[in-house]
């Protein structure tokens, strides 16, 4: 009956009335701002991702990677250039004082510092006795200084 009527007509009233209707879409605004906040997250995260995977990319190519690579394959190069330049000059060095001693073994002035002498007549070696006669006079060439001395015989 008419209880049941009633009750049917006050709910009826109550979804009808403005306060019921606004706490609807005030329920409704709230679902749609979480929504709407989730979807900026996505958004955001998605654009940090991309952020990071452009920046990856970017630092791969960039050119402070190469140029210090390259610098560090120009420290390698002038390394092994100075090792290469210092052996160089140490074989060079090696053979130019073996070169030396060679030359100084065969050196008149190696053969005066062991006690021989260079004669000369009038500028010219004497290299055969028979070459100077007596009286004449000859110069002696020592490994330090020079005698004047006539031939007795």
Same mark, same amino acid.
């Given at each position: 009956?008419? +209880?049941?009527? $009633?009750?049917?007509?006050?709910?009826?009233? @109550?979804? &009808? #009335?403005?306060?019921? *209707? &606004?706490? @609807?879409?005030? @329920?409704?605004? +709230?679902?749609?701002?979480?929504? &709407?906040?989730?979807?900026?997250?996505?958004?955001?995260?998605?654009?940090?991702? +991309? $952020?990071?995977? %452009?920046?990856? #990319?970017? =630092?791969?190519?960039?050119?402070?990677?190469?140029?210090?690579?390259?610098?560090?394959?120009?420290? &390698? $190069?002038?390394? /092994?250039?100075?090792?290469?330049? *210092? =052996?160089?000059?140490?074989?060079? /060095?090696? /053979?130019?004082?073996?070169?030396?001693?060679?030359?100084?073994?065969?050196?008149?002035?190696?053969?005066?510092? /062991?006690?021989? =002498?260079?004669?000369?007549? +009038?500028? #010219?070696?004497?290299?055969?006795?028979?070459?100077?006669?007596?009286?004449?006079?000859?110069?002696?060439?020592? =490994?330090?200084? %020079?005698?004047?001395? %006539?031939?007795?015989?």
């Amino acid at each position: 009956g008419l +209880d049941e009527s $009633l009750r049917w007509s006050a709910r009826r009233l @109550q979804q &009808l #009335h403005p306060r019921a *209707r &606004l706490e @609807q879409q005030a @329920q409704h605004v +709230d679902e749609l701002d979480t929504r &709407l906040q989730r979807a900026l997250r996505r958004r955001l995260e998605r654009a940090r991702q +991309d $952020l990071a995977i %452009t920046s990856a #990319h970017l =630092a791969r190519l960039s050119p402070e990677r190469r140029i210090a690579a390259g610098n560090q394959r120009l420290a &390698l $190069l002038q390394a /092994r250039a100075g090792s290469a330049l *210092r =052996a160089g000059l140490e074989h060079a /060095r090696s /053979r130019f004082e073996l070169a030396a001693r060679g030359l100084n073994a065969v050196s008149p002035l190696a053969t005066l510092e /062991r006690g021989y =002498a260079i004669v000369s007549v +009038d500028g #010219h070696v004497v290299t055969d006795a028979s070459e100077v006669a007596a009286g004449a006079e000859i110069e002696a060439r020592l =490994a330090r200084g %020079t005698l004047k001395a %006539t031939v007795s015989g």
